[in-house]
């Protein structure tokens, strides 16, 4: 699996970019998708998980509420929409995708198998 992230960018607070993942490969359906980020000197975070069918979603703390994670398995696309961002949302967004048929989100990003460029995402005040 080969993945594709875009719509990152400069973006006011309070801001609302929309951020897409494209992957290519057989057996999108088959894996469980992941947006992670990572801000400056910081670790690798946890942001929004979806399950195989998009029936299960899990969200950090720091964006429930303000960040919604879909999957659309007809065209292979992870999209993650926020809203009111905030400064400290700022960080280079990766996708990840792993090979899973559960429901169980995972948040521990080495159990995910391909990643994404990542997208960077600067949020001024």
């Known amino acids: 699996v080969q993945l594709q992230a875009s719509g990152g960018g400069l973006v006011q607070a309070g801001g609302s970019p929309r951020l897409s993942c494209v992957a290519s490969?057989?057996?999108?359906?088959?894996?469980?998708m992941a947006w992670f980020r990572q801000a400056p000197g910081k670790e690798r975070e946890f942001v929004a998980g979806?399950?195989?069918?998009?029936?299960?979603?899990a969200y950090a703390d720091s964006v429930l509420g303000r960040f919604t994670i879909d999957r659309d398995n007809t065209k292979n696309t992870v999209s993650l929409q926020s809203r009111n961002l905030k400064p400290e949302d700022t960080g280079v967004y990766y996708c990840?995708?792993?090979?899973?048929?559960?429901?169980?989100?995972?948040?521990?990003?080495?159990?995910?198998?391909?990643w994404g460029q990542g997208t960077l995402v600067t949020v001024s005040s």
């Open positions: 990840a995708a792993r090979f899973a048929a559960s429901y169980t989100i995972v948040r521990d990003e080495s159990d995910y198998d391909w």
């Open positions: 490969g057989r057996n999108f359906i088959h894996h469980a």
């Open positions: 979806i399950n195989w069918n998009g029936g299960t979603k």
